[in-house]
RNA sequence: UGCUCGGUAGCUCAAUUGGCAGAGCGGGUGGCUGUUAACCACUAGGUUGUGGGUUCGAGUCCCACCCGAGCAGCCA
């Protein structure tokens, strides 16, 4: 059984088998604290209730000692999930070999990227990831439920898909390929055949980016579907913002306690989402006092300026269409206009989902192509789309690294991932 | 890529004007029956990021380089 059961066995005796993550000890008593797959928790060894030969392993159990143990299940108000074991018998079951080279008081995160391989181990971690598996769930759940089909776009790419940005190149049996940075325009492919998809995987930016919202792999979910109008695309990004939100309430309280997350944040999450355009937002800022011109977009002071003045993600919509990607549809009513939203987190934690309304007549999807100038030739399977069966679609795409940090209430997204990769980390 | 700050024991950090290399934690040993990053005593543990320079003397000052952090741009 594992530890985060506990509280439906009080008073019973239980069996679990755990790592030791650390020790106290008064002499005829010892606190060990064990962590398994679920939680952590201490155990209590009274020198009267266990075997002598017990009681004297219990004084040299170092960290990552794995020990089975027998013990008490007991109501504990000081603990920080509210249970103990008391200690009946142990059994050792792997000693470490060498001192743990990451103590339990606080390090810094280069020595600790280090270890990353074993830091994932420590109480904290070990919960930002299950919360991010069930993220990921719950979008997939979500999805399904919505009747959107996964289908899964390449990896290796022959060239540029938005243009903007820096790609990573492969040596692809003697010819240059890219890494993806997005399965979007895959996506509008498949979308013409199923209409609801989605593609789930990771994405590859080389931008020498060094921010606490950056990684040069991440992850994210991009929906896409036909008939798309922006309100539509929306409204579904909203309602998976609202069950991620909701899933991790109702099945992970145990780890944004170990988080000390304000949980009250998350509770206040709720459908619809503040929407305003990008020139409402200005005009938002201003009243805050901070100038921002039209025309160029937000950066994080101003996102994070805008969020705070809500307590549910704000959906910012109608930006500048020169600032957004060439296939984004221009508003009917000021083709200055985009047909795009960003919507940002709350509490400063910024953009979590991008996406929009796709241009759907090819001549002025040529024009934009021109315009960023990117190579046609590049774009033809794409305008292929357009040629035959063109019908209006959009979608976007949901950064999960940022949602997990938002969730969980950290400072950097290098810690939402198991093993992150940055501009100047590749190990382990 | 730019700006700012930093690199001293396994970890977190001190070292006054340029003058003996230090502490806490962690490890080891001993003590303590309710500890919450427990506490007390003893003990082991150092090429001060690398290379050069100034000086009687450099962790400290100068130059170059390497590495890291924060922020920005770009974006999920």
Redesign the pocket.
């Known amino acids: 059984m594992r530890i985060s059961e506990l509280k439906d066995f009080v008073d019973q005796q239980v069996e679990i088998t755990g790592w030791v993550i ?1 020790k ?6 010892h ?1 060990i ?1 064990i962590r398994d797959s679920s939680a952590f928790c ?1 155990v ?1 060894v ?3 209730e266990v075997h002598p030969e017990v009681f004297e392993q219990c ?2 159990l ?2 990552e000692t794995v020990i089975k143990i027998k013990a008490l299940a007991v109501e ?1 108000p ?2 920080k999930l509210g249970y ?1 074991l ?1 200690l009946k018998d142990m059994e050792v079951l792997s000693t470490p070999v060498d ?3 990451i ?9 600790l ?1 280090n270890y990353r391989h074993l830091w994932i181990r420590s109480p904290r971690q070990s919960a930002i990831m299950r919360i991010r598996s069930k993220v990921i769930s719950a979008i997939r759940n979500y999805l399904d439920q919505q009747g959107f089909y996964c289908v899964d776009t390449p990896i290796f790419t022959a060239s540029s898909c ?1 243009g ?2 820096t790609l990573f190149k492969v040596d692809y049996f003697n010819q240059d390929v890219f890494l993806a940075q ?1 399965g979007q325009l895959y996506n509008e492919a498949t979308a013409l055949c199923l209409d609801k998809v989605y593609c789930f995987g990771p ?1 590859f ?1 080389a ?10 792999e ?1 992850w ?1 979910v991009e929906p896409e579907f036909l008939f798309a109008r922006l309100e539509d695309i929306i409204n579904l990004a909203e309602g998976m913002i609202v069950r991620i939100v909701e899933e991790i309430l109702t099945h992970h309280q145990i780890d944004l306690k170990i988080l000390d997350r304000d949980i009250s944040k998350l509770e206040q999450v709720k459908a619809p989402f503040p929407r305003m355009t990008y020139d409402q937002a200005l005009q938002l800022l201003q009243e805050k006092n901070i100038s921002a011109e039209w025309g ?2 937000f ?3 101003e ?1 994070t300026k805008i969020s705070e003045s809500f307590n549910s993600p704000v959906c910012i919509h109608r930006y500048p269409s020169a ?1 957004k ?1 060439f296939y984004m549809k221009q508003a009917p009513e000021d083709n200055r206009l985009a047909l795009g939203v ?1 919507i940002l987190a709350p509490e400063g934690y ?5 996406g929009g309304v796709r241009e759907e007549d090819i001549a002025i999807l040529e024009q934009r192509i021109d315009q960023h100038q990117l190579n046609r030739d590049d774009y033809q399977w794409y305008l292929d789309l357009r040629r035959y069966g063109s019908v209006p679609h959009g979608g976007f ?3 999960i ?2 949602t997990v940090a938002w969730i969980c209430g950290i ?3 290098r810690e939402t991932i198991a093993f992150p990769r ?4 590749i190990k382990p």
């Open positions: 650390g106290r000890s008064s002499g005829k008593i606190f604290l201490q209590v009274a020198e009267k004084k040299h170092n960290i504990e000081r603990a103990e008391h001192e743990y080279p103590p339990r008081k606080p390090s810094g995160p280069d020595f990227l938005e903007t940005t997005t994405s930016r931008e020498k980016s060094k921010t606490r919202r950056h990684l040069t991440f994210q160029k977009d950066g994080a002071p996102e600032i990607a960003d910024g953009e979590i989902v991008g795409g949901l950064g690294e940022r400072h950097h997204i940055t501009i100047d980390r």
